[in-house]
């Protein structure tokens, strides 16, 4: 099934057949696939196999490995194991046929592995209840909370909507969701409305979310979408030249007050994306987060200081743990040029009570 003697390289790295082993010495680079054996079984033969166990005898010399049973999208992992001893890896997936092959990749470290493969055997398994690995594929909020739901949501907020990038996605994720969103720069939400002209679904609010209702003074950029209560501040990182246009005053709602005034019985699924303004958002939603009446929230999530007075990822989830919401993955992170993390989305559930 899994030969030996059929193998790819990736990233330069090297192989020897010795002795019916396979000593391999990779390449330096944290992730970085090294080598892989392909499954030679049929599509056909590989289903009628049905759930199996996977054991891969590895000998360790340098570095540190990670060995993974990739799915036929050649991007998640059926089963993965980092390699730190020389007993046996035993990968178990619940179907053959959707395996791929068995990769051999560095961990996390830096260090060039050096390993020998002694031996891949597969035998007969049961069916095991956990989830897919990721790998290295691309992952998606709505993905998730589509496939987590199960059933088609109803109700969106979309606060911090710019110029409605992230409304059309619920739209073609969700089309038949009723969507409120709120931006609180007068042009820009109008400009954003016009995008959505004749779908009654969509609705755009003129006004920023807060902890309270009153007005706000919005800091309005020559890129509206770092426009923020909060002012840029001076190590701030950002992309590219951005400079400030104006100062708008705008009106701030509370979201417990809107759900409530508007009568809406269940949040399917609130985003929010205000420049570090999040947790001004969540305090005005402290009704709905305390009854769980919002099911999923995703949030971006600042890492270093962008604005002045700005909240941290950290300063979201320990308020969102406190109602009652896990932290179920990352997304979209962007890096710095050192590779530093910048910012990303995080996707948080309610848990049941």
């Excluded at 990739?70 to 059926?78: E, P």
Aim: hydrophobic letters at 40%; proline letters at 3%.
């Amino acid at each position: 099934m899994f030969q030996l003697g059929k193998f790819e390289l990736s990233n330069g790295a090297h192989a020897t057949a010795v002795n019916d082993t396979l000593s391999v010495r990779g390449t330096a680079g944290r992730w970085s696939y090294i080598v892989s054996f392909l499954n030679g079984l049929s599509v056909v033969d590989a289903a009628r196999f049905g759930p199996a166990e996977i054991r891969v005898n590895v000998s360790l010399h340098a570095g540190k490995i990670e060995i993974c049973a990739v799915g036929t999208d050649w991007k998640s992992f059926a089963d993965q194991h980092t390699f730190v001893a020389r007993e046996p890896v035993i990968l178990r997936v619940n179907n053959l046929a959707e395996v791929l092959g068995i990769v051999i990749r560095n961990a996390d470290s830096d260090d060039a592995a050096t390993f020998v493969v002694e031996r891949i055997e597969v035998s007969p398994g049961a069916i095991v209840s956990k989830p897919t690995h990721r790998g290295f594929g691309e992952k998606s909020a709505l993905a998730d909370i589509k496939r987590v739901s199960g059933s088609p949501l109803s109700t969106i907020l979309d606060v911090g909507a710019n110029v409605g990038d992230t409304t059309y996605q619920f739209v073609e994720a969700f089309p038949e969701a009723r969507i409120h969103s709120f931006e609180p720069h007068p042009t820009t939400c109008q400009h954003a409305a016009s995008r959505f002209t004749g779908n009654l679904n969509v609705s755009f609010h003129n006004a920023a979310a807060g902890s309270a209702a009153g007005f706000l003074e919005l800091n309005s950029y020559s890129n509206s979408a770092i426009n923020s209560v909060h002012a840029i501040a001076n190590s701030a990182q950002v992309d590219g030249e951005v400079s400030l246009v104006e100062t708008v005053r705008v009106p701030s709602i509370t979201l417990d007050s809107f759900v409530l005034e508007h009568s809406l019985k269940q949040i399917d699924l609130l985003k929010i994306d205000t420049q570090g303004y999040e947790v001004d958002v969540l305090r005005g939603a402290e009704s709905l987060l305390a009854t769980k009446k919002v099911s999923f929230i995703v949030a971006e999530l600042l890492f270093v200081p962008i604005y002045a007075g700005q909240c941290y990822h950290s300063d979201v989830s320990q308020l969102l743990r406190k109602f009652g919401y896990r932290l179920y993955d990352y997304y979209d992170f962007v890096y710095s040029d050192d590779g530093s993390l910048k910012w990303g989305d995080g996707l948080y559930i309610a848990e049941a009570s």
